[in-house]
């Protein structure tokens, strides 16, 4: 069964996860060695939180025989949720790019403005029928869209 999987978190984030996590270690073993207990109680957060970007994945498999393909999302090795969509016969692959712009505020006081690029994935049938597989940034779905080339034989369609 061929599957493609990927981080959920940006890579210089995962990077950065490492850095943090390897001196929480060396900050732990300080604090053992100093009896200082209340200040490796305050690295677990950093650990947990680390440890939850570095590990949570998602998965995409293709079964053949089927004509399923399985999203599944990953954590520590267990897996969270999955999904199974039908793979209609002789469709292609469109992805539709758009921007999404909005407004957040830093610390309910600070307004901050945000510009994301977003790529909704979708099976389409001769008789126009969409099953929507998954959204995601353009990056990503791209390489989605040239794993189900490779394993499908699908072609498909950038829209912007």
């Not at 950065?16 to 690295?43: P, R």
């Not at 099953?131 to 040239?146: C, E, M, V, Y």
Request: aromatic letters at 10%; hydrophobic letters at 50%; one cysteine or more.
């Amino acid at each position: 069964m061929p599957k493609h999987s990927y981080f959920l978190f940006p890579l210089w984030m995962i990077i950065i996860s490492y850095i943090v996590l390897i001196f929480s270690i060396i900050i732990a073993f300080i604090g053992l060695n100093a009896g200082n207990y209340a200040e490796m109680i305050s690295l677990i957060p950093f650990v947990l939180i680390t440890l939850i970007i570095i590990t949570f994945q998602s998965v995409i498999m293709v079964e053949k025989p089927s004509n399923r393909m399985i999203k599944q999302s990953k954590m520590l090795g267990i897996s969270l949720s999955s999904e199974k969509i039908r793979i209609p016969k002789e469709c292609s692959v469109i992805l539709k790019k758009k921007s999404i712009t909005g407004k957040g505020y830093y610390k309910a006081a600070v307004g901050v403005s945000y510009k994301l690029n977003a790529c909704d994935m979708y099976f389409v049938t001769p008789t126009k029928r969409l099953t929507r597989i998954i959204k995601t940034d353009s990056k990503r779905a791209l390489k989605i869209a040239d794993f189900l080339k490779r394993t499908l034989d699908l072609d498909y369609v950038i829209m912007d």
